[in-house]
């Protein structure tokens, strides 16, 4: 067997430092804990939370105006009163709309 090839020592440096870098790549690309691929998981997760805030912020201002609306507005409290929970004033009948599909 030819020695030449078992002795790294012996080596072409272009070769070796192919392979320096190959392992290199493959390490800092995807095996290290902080690798590549791992960044770019985390950023789009980042992305992804960052827009449900911004959705989830809105909808708090949403809630935010109906509960103002409900505690200052004494019609729209009737009015949802009626409409979600079917509650009646004294003397009134309801009527339910049963639409046919």
Do not use: C, H
């Not at 200052?72 to 009626?82: C, F, G, T, V």
């Amino acid at each position: 067997m030819n020695k030449e090839l078992l002795n790294p020592l012996k080596w072409n440096k272009k070769f070796l430092i192919t392979i320096l870098v190959l392992f290199l790549v493959v390490w800092f690309g995807f095996l290290d804990n902080y690798s590549l691929y791992t960044r770019y998981s985390l950023y789009s997760e980042k992305s992804d939370l960052e827009q449900k805030i911004e959705l989830l912020k809105e909808e708090t201002k949403t809630l935010e105006a109906k509960i103002e609306a409900l505690q200052n507005d004494p019609a729209y409290l009737e009015r949802i009163a009626r409409e979600e929970y079917g509650m009646r004033k004294d003397g009134e009948t309801i009527y339910q709309v049963i639409e046919k599909e």
